[in-house]
């Protein structure tokens, strides 16, 4: 399986900002996803990044607020933007398929960014 | 509307002893589903996965079984150990789709030593 790094792990910030949280895996993939998990719950698709496209929402999330970019096959970021305390959450990115274009069905994920709005 | 259920919040089991994970869907859709494991402060590991064809499918001391009609999965843990405490999480994707996952609530599995 792919190794997937995101930067940073933690963070803590004010409310009005906005963070960009990266996602880099060791190898070519072909779909990214980010997902979110609220303090208690469980995951929750936000978007599926797409290569050199917009990125694809679900349902209650916008461009405005999670701005999403993919460059490449290896890389996306994630910005959270005008936070508030309710988007204190875990961001996951995770990886499917290969750069053959070979599909499969498991997604891996990304260790996690711990963001906490004050 | 929560599409796939884990209606067991928590579950504490013996080391040693079988752990059954179960997970209910709602939508007939599905046709891929997959097993997730979660220590705190780290994202979703992947254990064992099962294609809607399958009633079964192993891999080591874990085992996922499928019931179509009654739209239902549950994953064994055989023996239990203490190391298997975790959050357990299943999820699905449907027929058709881009492939994202739709998850459980999860259920926090304690293995007790």
């Known amino acids: 399986s792919a190794v997937i790094s995101q930067k940073p792990s933690r963070d803590i910030c004010q409310r009005g900002t906005s963070l960009t949280i990266q996602c880099q895996v060791d190898s070519q993939v072909t779909m990214m996803f980010w997902y979110r998990q609220q303090p208690g719950q469980s995951l929750t698709l936000i978007a599926t990044?797409?290569?050199?496209?917009?990125?694809?929402?679900e349902s209650g999330f916008v461009i405005d607020k999670f701005p999403i970019s993919r460059p490449n096959l290896t890389f996306s970021t994630l910005t959270v933007s005008n936070m508030s305390p309710e988007d204190s959450s875990i961001y996951l990115c995770?990886?499917?398929?290969?750069?053959?274009?070979?599909?499969?069905?498991?997604?891996?994920f990304g260790p996690g960014t711990r963001l906490t709005v004050l | 509307d929560q599409q796939v259920k884990q209606n067991s919040p928590s579950l504490s089991v013996q080391e040693g002893r079988i752990s059954i994970l179960n997970c209910d869907y709602t939508n007939s859709m599905f046709d891929y589903f997959l097993w997730y494991k979660k220590y705190p402060a780290e994202g979703p590991t992947f254990l064992i996965s099962?294609?809607?064809?399958?009633d079964k499918n192993e891999d080591g001391r874990f085992t996922v079984f499928l019931n179509k009609s009654a739209k239902h999965l549950s994953l064994h843990i055989v023996p239990s150990q203490p190391g298997d405490s975790a959050v357990y999480f299943c999820a699905a994707i449907k027929v058709g789709s881009a492939r994202q996952l739709t998850f459980g609530s999860g259920t926090q599995l304690t293995v007790l030593p």
């Open positions: 995770s990886v499917m398929g290969d750069a053959r274009g070979r599909s499969t069905d498991t997604q891996y």
């Open positions: 099962i294609s809607s064809i399958k």
């Open positions: 990044a797409n290569q050199g496209s917009e990125a694809t929402y």
